[in-house]
């Protein structure tokens, strides 16, 4: 990008959580999980982080409950407002 553009992102951004597993398990059957890590991810939230990163400005626009904000925020590294 020649200059930087403001973008709007409205839309999701959710709580992905990965599951590490040594292999694909069998229908109806448990498997422990290896190792387990929280991600952010929705679609507002992923298409922010890859502008920012390809020299946009963008902005998000987009819920987060009350319960996960303060964890949501570290993660976004951007500051929230309540309304």
């Keep these: 990008m020649s200059s930087r553009q403001n973008i ?5 951004c959710c709580l992905d959580i990965i599951s590490q597993v040594s292999k694909f398990p069998v229908e109806d059957t448990d498997q422990r999980c ?3 890590r929280w991600q952010r991810g ?5 298409n922010s982080t ?3 990163l390809l020299g ?4 998000f ?3 987060i409950a009350d319960s996960h904000e303060k964890r949501y925020s570290k993660m976004l590294r951007v500051p929230t407002l309540k309304l």
């Design 8 to 12: 709007l992102c409205v839309g999701l």
């Design 61 to 63: 626009f987009g819920t």
């Design 50 to 52: 890859v502008l920012g």
């Design 42 to 46: 929705g679609n507002a939230a992923n």
């Design 56 to 59: 946009a400005k963008p902005a």
């Design 34 to 36: 290896l190792d387990q």
